[in-house]
């Protein structure tokens, strides 16, 4: 997909940090499949891949209910394996609490990231400010940051967590303009939910980099910009 250059107008980036630099899913996965392993889950469930996909269910169901401001943090996070293992009577939920704890210490370790996603920063950094804006804990987004060796390209963190308020509410995104000291004319940003960070900051008026790389349908959104490689936003910045 090739773009216009353009006159620079922007000055910051807001960019989501999970599945759009770093591999979310597949440090997941990873993460995940150790925990099988270790915890011995092929004695409860025919495969990994038949466990994996009712964690993803529960997980996803999570996360979209927190976004929503339906559940609190703490719910999310004692619910992951509990629910995940809501069938297996030998597993209390005080182990799979610990075992929550476990998956939390280890992902935050996995650095795998999306591709290019170094480049675009590398690209990025000496051109813009970049913020991240992400929906994720901050006892564990730091860590995966510095696991990933990503730190040193943002100047502020935006952590819906420490904030009180999660993408796509039109009030983080207020909170990020203010912490920048920026109009919604200079900044732009880029993420891969289509829903939390674009439509989110289309909400404000602010453009998007939609990171599309299974080319979905936006439905009735319209982002500014949609990729589907990250190489590609530097025809566009």
Partial sequence: MKFLLQEMKYTDIFIDLDDTLIDTAGNTRIT???????????NYFPSFDDFYAIYYANVSRLWTLYSQGKIAKKTLQRERFIGALT???EISDEQALAINDDFIARIMEKGILIEGAKE???YLYP?????????GFTEM?????????????FDK????DKVGINKPHPDIFTYALNETGKNKEEVIMIGDNVVNDIQGAYNCEIDQIWFNPEDISPGDI???YTVKKLDEIKSIL
């Fill in 32 to 42: 995940v499949g150790e925990i099988y392993k270790d915890y011995n889950f092929g």
């Fill in 87 to 89: 069938t297996v009577e």
């Fill in 120 to 122: 675009l920063l590398d």
């Fill in 127 to 135: 051109k813009y400010k970049i913020h991240i804006l992400s929906n």
């Fill in 141 to 153: 987004q730091y860590k995966k940051m510095d696991s990933a060796g990503l730190s040193s390209y």
């Fill in 157 to 160: 963190v935006i952590l819906s």
């Fill in 222 to 224: 319209k982002p500014t």
